[in-house]
């Protein structure tokens, strides 16, 4: 059973920084693309960043030169690293295991809640 378990949110002012974590159990994870969603309020998901299983990385535009995703494959993780945090940063974060070719599979965490605000 693949497991994605997501930490790190919370409360921060505008401006400030976070770091999202989570940590995949059950399969075997150096292989799969990596993302982080996100969804606001009355808002559909959106991708927010991705990482393959050889590295690369996208973002989208509204957080490009603020968040930086990467991964640990000796500990099962990927990371959010998100800094100068702006009000419309506040959503609920999803970490997303995905891998398209066989052995295939699109696997979801829980989400975790990001609130930016004073």
């Known amino acids: 059973q693949v497991q994605l378990v997501e930490s790190g949110g919370g409360l921060v002012q505008p401006g400030g920084s976070l770091r999202l974590s989570c940590t995949v159990s059950?399969?075997?994870?150096?292989?799969?693309?990596m993302n982080w969603y996100r969804q606001a309020p009355g808002k559909q998901r959106e991708l927010v960043a991705g990482?393959?299983?050889?590295?690369?990385?996208n973002y989208a535009d509204s957080v490009k030169g603020r968040f930086t995703i990467s991964r640990d494959n000796s500990k099962n993780t990927v990371y959010l690293q998100m800094n100068s945090l702006k009000p419309e940063d506040t959503a609920v974060y999803y970490c997303?295991?995905?891998?398209?070719?066989?052995?295939?599979?699109?696997?979801w965490g829980q989400g975790t809640q990001v609130t930016v605000s004073t």
């Open positions: 990482i393959s299983s050889g590295g690369s990385t």
């Open positions: 059950g399969t075997i994870f150096s292989i799969y693309t």
């Open positions: 997303n295991c995905r891998r398209v070719v066989v052995p295939r599979g699109d696997y």
